[in-house]
């Protein structure tokens, strides 16, 4: 009866450590259907034709509507109201903002191992634009990501990031750090997963952006940051969180920087084909949440 047993016991250690931690994508296939309008590829898997027909018409309807000529009122910093009447989309861009798009490149720090530091990526399927350019990701170490941002803020341009908002959070106080609840202590334990198995393992991903405004520097070196987000003014101090060094370190994952912040090292990564990666991957997490 005992040797039934620890041959029970070893047969499930077994079996529980071949299948525990792998991660098996669910997945169906899918007759896909398609139509193309003036400005859109669409493609369903309802074969009825209802959701071609639905997906056409609007959006066409909705390309139509946001060529449509707005007015635009303003407040200046010393109270001054100002109009602007009869503006389109492309014309606003042109005037009001001082952003080139096109010198924009995104940079991400993804320890993983299908992915080598130094190298370009991009996901595969995650462009919804017809003609438009793919997203490209350079994977460098994560100080990259801090040199460059620190670079813009310095120059009065805030820093879109993208991150895993719900790990070591506080919501009403708006502050984000590793120490900020000690789980290990609470549930007598230790979490040995670092950033690298949290995101294979599926347990950190983006999930949320949000915009760098401010670093706090002693000796050059950043110790907290200062993070704009779009959840109203009844959190933290009047919509502004606080983000500490460390939390930075394990739960960032990309920003959007300016190539003028760029060493001609990273730069050049750029100028390379990107490694397709696949749809479900963690990189591409945040444009589907």
């Not at 047969?11 to 309008?37: A, D, H, M, P, R």
């Not at 139509?64 to 109201?81: E, T």
């Not at 460059?148 to 959070?169: H, L, P, Q, R, T």
């Not at 739960?251 to 760029?262: A, R």
Request: aromatic share 16%; with cysteine; charged share 30%.
């Amino acid at each position: 009866m005992l040797k039934n047993f620890l041959f029970l016991i070893i047969l499930c250690n077994i079996i529980f450590q071949s299948e525990f931690g792998k991660n098996i994508v669910q997945y169906k296939n899918f007759e896909w259907y398609y139509t193309q309008t003036k400005h859109f590829d669409i493609y369903v898997s309802d074969s009825t034709g209802y959701h071609l027909n639905f997906l056409e018409q609007y959006s066409e309807d909705a390309y139509n509507k946001i060529q449509d000529l707005f007015d635009w009122s303003l407040k200046d910093k010393n109270n001054k109201f100002t109009r602007f009447n009869n503006i389109d989309p492309l014309d606003f861009y042109r005037k009001f903002t001082k952003i080139k798009l096109k010198n924009k490149v995104c940079l991400i720090h993804a320890p993983m191992s299908n992915k080598k530091m130094n190298e370009l990526y991009t996901i595969d399927f995650l462009g919804n634009v017809v003609g438009g350019n793919i997203i490209k990701y350079a994977n460098v170490e994560i100080n990259e990501l801090k040199k460059a941002a620190i670079k813009s803020i310095k120059n009065d341009e805030a820093v879109w990031f993208g991150c895993d908002v719900g790990k070591m959070f506080n919501r009403e106080l708006g502050i984000m750090d590793m120490d900020l609840y000690d789980y290990e202590k609470l549930f007598d334990t230790k979490f040995k997963m670092n950033k690298a198995s949290r995101l294979e393992y599926g347990d950190s991903a983006m999930t949320h952006a949000m915009l760098f405004t401010g670093v706090d520097l002693k000796r050059n070196t950043p110790r907290k940051w200062r993070v704009e987000n779009s959840w109203g003014d009844k959190n933290g101090d009047k919509g502004y969180y606080l983000m500490s060094d460390s939390w930075f370190d394990e739960y960032n994952y990309e920003v959007v920087v300016d190539k003028k912040y760029l060493s001609s090292k990273i730069l050049e990564i750029f100028n390379r084909e990107p490694n397709y990666l696949e749809p479900w991957d963690p990189m591409g997490a945040l444009a589907v949440s």
